[in-house]
């Protein structure tokens, strides 16, 4: 008897390059954190269900902040990583590269240095346990603002480390331009950090322009509203501009209505380089293994055209050549 189609998927090796570490951690993670380090949470951050209450994007940052104001220690970031990992690997994710944010851990009065070092314990833990291979994009807060991004481009380039592999950046995209960033990802460009930033999520194609008119980026976090300017859909595809796609937390921030209204299928048969991928899994109730399952359930795509995405995310990847090659000859 064959396969079925969802056991196939959930064999296929996935690449995951679009999540938030802050932005990982499940309700039980965020309580069990909390209680060893003597944080009381803010009341009304979970439903009675057991998620994250928020009811808007701005009130998803908002969670996103009071879920990540539990992380103090070097340990917190490790157990997070690894439980995202532990995840991603179950789910037949062979890499992944996550957004770490050091103004979050800022906030809580954590070092750049105990954030870096707990990260990578992760990674090599999950590595040594489930064989999958972890890489870090350090990402600036849009809302806090050009002068802030070019501390955190400052402090990318002043700790490198192996696994830190570009520059991003998150945040309500309705405050500031991208070009106003321009410093900020000069900095980490001119270091050799590959850089990407979420744009065309919240705001439309005029954002996407903007990015990569501005900005010295390879890739577009999101970037989906794209479709809503053809001039810049060609574009796209001719500069090789691959967009990290996100439909399960679009739909959950109502970006699109619904999965039938999602532009996934457009953006492919444009010819653009996708990946899919889960942002805040938690948040979103989405996992990477569940957007490559609703592609084929909700997009239709086959086992070949979803084995395509994870070569194309592992080509779009920030990893090193090596990496690249060693881990495209696993997806085959
Ligand atoms: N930070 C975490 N998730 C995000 C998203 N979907 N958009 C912008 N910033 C984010
Ligand atoms: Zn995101």
């Given at each position: 008897m064959s396969e079925s189609l969802a056991s196939q998927i959930q064999n296929l090796p996935k690449v995951e390059l679009h999540s938030h570490l802050e932005g990982c951690i499940p309700p039980g993670l965020v309580r069990t954190i909390a209680k060893r380090n003597g944080i009381t949470l803010k009341e009304?951050?979970?439903?009675?269900?057991?998620t994250f209450a928020w009811n808007d994007f701005v009130e998803f940052l908002q969670a996103y902040d009071e879920a990540s104001f539990c992380l103090r220690k070097a340990q917190d970031y490790r157990d997070i990583m690894y439980t995202y990992m532990e995840q991603c690997a179950a789910e037949g994710t062979i890499y992944a590269e996550t957004f770490i944010s050091p103004d979050h851990a800022a906030a809580v009065g954590m070092s750049y240095d105990d954030m870096l070092s707990g990260c990578v314990q992760g990674i090599d833990d999950a590595q040594r346990d489930f064989g999958i291979v972890g890489r870090l994009i350090v990402s600036c807060v849009r809302h806090l603002g050009p002068e802030q991004a070019v501390v955190v481009a400052q402090q990318l380039v002043d700790n490198s480390?192996?696994?830190?592999?570009g520059f991003g950046m998150g945040g309500?995209?309705?405050?500031?331009?991208?070009?106003?960033?321009a410093p900020a990802f000069n900095i980490a460009a001119a270091a050799g950090f590959a850089c990407t930033t979420h744009a065309?999520?919240?705001?439309?194609?005029e954002s996407v322009w903007d990015a990569i008119d501005n900005l010295p980026v390879?890739?577009?976090?999101?970037?989906?509203?794209?479709?809503?300017?053809p001039a810049l859909i060609t574009e796209l595809a001719k500069r090789g501009i691959a967009l990290e796609v996100c439909p399960g937390s679009n739909i959950a921030l109502s970006v699109y209505p619904n999965l039938a209204s999602h532009p996934l299928n457009k953006i492919l048969e444009a010819g653009i380089s996708t990946s899919l991928n889960s942002d805040d899994a938690p948040f979103f109730a989405t996992t990477v293994g569940s957007e490559y399952q609703s592609g084929a359930?909700?997009?239709?795509?086959?086992l070949e055209q979803l084995r395509n995405i994870s070569r194309m995310a592992m080509q779009a990847s920030f990893a090193d050549a090596h990496t690249k090659a060693r881990l495209l000859a696993v997806i085959g």
């Open positions: 009304g951050l979970f439903t009675k269900d057991d480390h192996p696994y830190i592999v309500n995209e309705s405050m500031f331009t991208q070009a106003d960033f065309g999520e919240v705001l439309g194609p390879t890739r577009i976090g999101h970037g989906v509203r794209s479709v809503e300017d359930n909700d997009f239709g795509l086959d």
